[in-house]
């Protein structure tokens, strides 16, 4: 079991910057791949970014491509999405999510484990 706790949303301008930050209990943290996806008002829940365990791998949405960059820290349980250049159309409730063994990393039914959202808000 794995319990994950996203913290340091907020409300920011456009072209602005948040760190998010993802802590997992356990000691398996690094066993997990670890993805972090976004849910806007009356959308579909969309993936943003994902990174393997051992942290050498990365995936990105092209939406985010060169504005978001996903990084974790093993020792820490953390997992991180640096968010910069930020657009009112990233403002979202962002997720997230750690999967034990991932086939298809950009997809919600590869993870296993969820948390319950940070808030992003980006004004115009």
């Known amino acids: 079991q794995v319990q994950l706790v996203e913290s340091g949303g907020g409300l920011v301008q456009a072209g602005g910057s948040l760190r998010l930050s993802c802590a997992a209990s356990?000691?398996?943290?690094?066993?997990?791949?670890m993805g972090w996806f976004r849910q806007a008002p009356g959308k579909e829940r969309e993936f943003v970014a994902a990174?393997?365990?051992?942290?050498?791998?990365?995936y990105y949405a092209d939406s985010v491509k060169g504005r978001f960059t996903i990084s974790r820290d093993n020792a820490k349980n953390t997992v991180y999405l640096q968010v910069n250049s930020l657009k009112p159309e990233d403002t979202a409730v962002y997720y997230c999510?750690?999967?034990?063994?991932?086939?298809?990393?950009?997809?919600?039914?590869?993870?296993?484990?969820w948390g319950q959202g940070t808030q992003v808000t980006v004004s115009s």
């Open positions: 356990g000691r398996t943290f690094s066993s997990y791949a």
């Open positions: 990174i393997s365990r051992s942290g050498g791998i990365t």
């Open positions: 999510a750690a999967a034990l063994v991932i086939v298809r990393p950009r997809t919600e039914d590869g993870y296993d484990y």
